[in-house]
Nanobody, 114 residues
């Protein structure tokens, strides 16, 4: 069982920045593929960014050049740096870990509004 706890969400004005963190339990964090997803009420959860166990990253087209995912294996933590935020980035952001199974955090709200 892997427990994921997200933090760092909040309200920010358009053009602002936020950094999300996701702390994971377990001793095998360096073997997990980690990702950030987001979901708006009434819509499907969508991939935002993903980082594999060897550090390969990929991003949704809508966030390329604005968001950056990174991981610190010594701290069992994955980050999502979000810059140049837009109102359409407003969503609940979920951390995901994939090993033998897939695990999800409880989500953190990000609101981009003036």
């Amino acid at each position: 069982q892997v427990h994921l706890v997200e933090s760092g969400g909040g309200k920010v004005q358009p053009g602002g920045s936020l950094r999300l963190s996701c702390a994971a339990s377990g001793r095998l964090f360096n073997t997990y593929h980690m990702g950030w997803y987001r979901q708006v009420p009434g819509e499907q959860r969508e991939l935002v960014a993903r980082i594999t166990s060897d550090g390969t990253t990929n991003y949704a087209d809508s966030v390329k050049g604005r968001f950056a995912i990174s991981r610190d294996n010594a701290k069992n933590t994955v980050y999502l740096q979000m810059n140049s935020l837009k109102p359409e980035d407003t969503a609940v952001y979920y951390c995901n870990a994939v090993s033998t199974y897939a695990y999800w955090g409880q989500g953190t709200q990000v609101t981009v509004s003036s």
